[in-house]
C-alpha cells in the first residue's frame, strides 16, 4: 500500500462553485484567476473544466501562461502583473493574452515595441490598495498614451479592493467613488471610446453589487472557500474543491503527564490516546498550527496534540469511539473547512491551498 497522504480535487465541486458566480453576477463575464497553479488546486485540470464557462483566465506570469497553452487550452488569459520586459510582450501576442498596464514604465515598453496586431491592454488603477495601479490623476494622461499606440486598443479599465472581505469597511466605498470617477473622465475626455470595466474579486462580487462591472475576477469562490470571516448568504453555499487527507499509522494510550511531540509542547493530563497521522508540514500541513487545531478522524473531531512535525502529526483522540490504524483522516476539505484549521495557525485558507508541496499527490474526481 502506497502512503495515504493526499488531496483530492473534485471538479463538480469546481462547476457548482463557477455556477453560484454566474448566479450571483449574471451581467458580468468571468475572468477566473487560476495563478498559483489554481491556487494549488492544478491549474490545466481546473482551466479544462471551466474553459466553457469563462472568458477568461487569469494568470501571475507568462511562464503560467504558457503552461496553460503547452496544454492546448486556448481560452484568451489575462496577465496580472503585465510585462516585467518589453520584449515579453510579442509572446503575449503569439500567446492571446490580455496584459495589465499598472504604470508607466509598461506603457513605456508598449511604445518601444513593434506587434503585428493590436494586444489588448487592462489599464490598473490604484484606488486606493496602493500595491499596483496607476494613481487617478495620471490615468487620462496614460489612457491617452495607450490609445495613441497603433498596435494597443485599452479594452478595459480595471482596479482591484483591499478589503471587500471586510464588507462594513469604508475603503469599499471610496475605491468604487474614484474608479467611476476616473472611469467618468475617460468618457468625457474620448466620449467615442468603448472600454470594459472590471472591479471585483470573489469578495467584492459577493458584496459589492455594483462592484461586478463586465468581467469579475473570482479566485477563491471557485475553489468553494468564503474570502469572509463569519456566515455570508452566498459563501455559504460554496462546496470546497480541495480534501487534503490522510490515515492513522499509529495509536497509542500514555499515562497522565506524559509529553507529545518535539519540544514536548503537550502534556497529558489525563489517560490519554494519542492516533498518529501521516502529513506534516512536508505535505502542506501548517507547522505552526496549534494544539487544539480540529482534525477528522473518521468522521469526528478530534484535536491536534503537539508540534506538527514533518512527516507527522498527533491527535488526541482519547474522547472518540474507537480509532484503527488505517483509520481515514481528514485535514480539511469538504468536512472540515481550511477557514477553520487557517485560524488556528494564524494563516488563510488562501494560503494553506496554495502552497500544498508537489510531494502530495492529487487526485481528480469528476
Ligand atoms: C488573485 C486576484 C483575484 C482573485 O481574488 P480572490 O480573492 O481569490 O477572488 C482577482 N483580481 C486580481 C487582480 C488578483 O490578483
Given at each position: 500500500m502506497s502512503r495515504p497522504t493526499q488531496i483530492r480535487i473534485d471538479l463538480n465541486a469546481l462547476k457548482h462553485n463557477c455556477q453560484l458566480v454566474k448566479a450571483t453576477a449574471p451581467d458580468s463575464q468571468i475572468v477566473a484567476a487560476i495563478k498559483a497553479d489554481a491556487y494549488g488546486h492544478g491549474s490545466v485540470e481546473v482551466a479544462r473544466t471551466l474553459q466553457s464557462e469563462v472568458a477568461r483566465f487569469a494568470v501571475s506570469c507568462l511562464e503560467e501562461a504558457r503552461h496553460i497553452r503547452e496544454e492546448g487550452i486556448d481560452v484568451p488569459l489575462l496577465l496580472l502583473e503585465g510585462c516585467f520586459s518589453a520584449d515579453e510582450y510579442t509572446t503575449c501576442e503569439t500567446l492571446g493574452i490580455d496584459v495589465v498596464v499598472h504604470c508607466e514604465t509598461q506603457v513605456a515598453h508598449l511604445e518601444a515595441v513593434t506587434l503585428c496586431q493590436p494586444i489588448h491592454i487592462w489599464l490598473k488603477i490604484d484606488t486606493g490598495m496602493h500595491r499596483l495601479g496607476v494613481m487617478p490623476k495620471h490615468a487620462l494622461a496614460l489612457w491617452a498614451r495607450l490609445s495613441a499606440?497603433?498596435?494597443?486598443?485599452?479594452s478595459t479599465l480595471m482596479t482591484h479592493f483591499a478589503?471587500?472581505?471586510?464588507?462594513?469597511?469604508e475603503l469599499n466605498a471610496r475605491q468604487l467613488h474614484r474608479f467611476m470617477a476616473v472611469k467618468q473622465d475617460i468618457h468625457e475626455a474620448s466620449p467615442d471610446a468603448i472600454f470594459s470595466t472590471s472591479l471585483a474579486n470573489s469578495a467584492a462580487l459577493m458584496s459589492i453589487p455594483q462592484s461586478c462591472g463586465d468581467f469579475v475576477r473570482p479566485g477563491i469562490m471557485l475553489y468553494g472557500l468564503?474570502?469572509?470571516?463569519g456566515t455570508h448568504a452566498i459563501a455559504d453555499q460554496l462546496k470546497p474543491v480541495m480534501t487534503f487527507q490522510s490515515s492513522v499509522i499509529a495509536v497509542r494510550d500514555i499515562e497522565p503527564g506524559e509529553y507529545v511531540g518535539y519540544g514536548n509542547t503537550w502534556q497529558a493530563q489525563r489517560h490519554s490516546r494519542i492516533a498518529t497521522i501521516a502529513a506534516g508540514y512536508g505535505d502542506g500541513y501548517p507547522r505552526n498550527a496549534k494544539s487544539g487545531t480540529p482534525i477528522l478522524i473518521n468522521g469526528q473531531r478530534a484535536k491536534l496534540a503537539g508540534r506538527v512535525s514533518m512527516d507527522m502529526i498527533t491527535a488526541d483522540v482519547t474522547d472518540l469511539k474507537e480509532i484503527n490504524i488505517g483509520d481515514e483522516v481528514e485535514l480539511w476539505g469538504q468536512n472540515l473547512n481550511a477557514n477553520e484549521v487557517a485560524h488556528w495557525s494564524d494563516s488563510s485558507s488562501y494560503e494553506l491551498v496554495t502552497r500544498m508541496p508537489t510531494r502530495t499527490p492529487k487526485t481528480f474526481l469528476g
Open positions: 499606440i497603433p498596435h494597443v486598443t485599452v478589503s471587500a472581505d471586510e464588507i462594513k469597511n468564503s474570502p469572509f470571516n
